[in-house]
């Protein structure tokens, strides 16, 4: 990472992320910011397309924080040697009462639950996903006194998306 805008710390800081200041950042791989195998293919895929074809992409996610969802989009474009500008960019905010299930800091057990790295989908069966409100009450996991740890995947809209670039 070479340089962050100066929107940077406003949404590290809304996204339980203010101890990620510029100099935390600047200087450092993106390597060390993505999590999940999953997550880090699918930006490796990204980024080797762009730098392949020389041509920019934009692509709509989500990065949610547990009481607000943030759709997001992120353009990609070349630099010289082999080097990328990402510039995301906060398309809308939908605040929502806090979602204990996305605390990163909740204690946790040994089970897990996929989240979609893209749209924040809850994987429920091979072919459904939905939004974690929805996996929360169909799961009965309000009942439970610890919830699930989640791990990362792509839910087969995002899948098919990823297909297009």
Not at 37 to 66: H, I, N
Request: proline content about 3%; some cysteine.
């Amino acid at each position: 990472m070479i340089a962050l805008s100066d929107d940077w710390a406003s949404l590290a800081k809304s996204g339980s992320a203010s101890g990620l200041t510029r100099d935390e950042i600047v200087g450092r791989s993106i390597w060390d910011f993505i999590s999940g195998k999953e997550t880090r293919y699918l930006y490796e895929f990204l980024f080797e397309k762009v730098r392949t074809r020389g041509q920019a992409v934009e692509f709509s996610f989500r990065c949610d924080s547990p009481n607000c969802r943030r759709f997001m989009s992120l353009a990609l474009s070349p630099l010289d040697q082999g080097s990328l500008r990402l510039a995301g960019r906060t398309l809308r905010l939908e605040y929502r009462t806090a979602v204990q299930l996305l605390d990163r800091a909740a204690a946790r057990p040994k089970n897990f639950l996929t989240i979609c790295s893209w749209c924040k989908g809850i994987r429920l069966s091979p072919n459904r996903w939905v939004e974690v409100e929805v996996a929360l009450r169909e799961l009965g996991l309000f009942q439970e006194s610890l919830l699930p740890s989640l791990t990362h995947g792509i839910c087969t809209h995002c899948e098919s998306r990823i297909e297009t670039f």
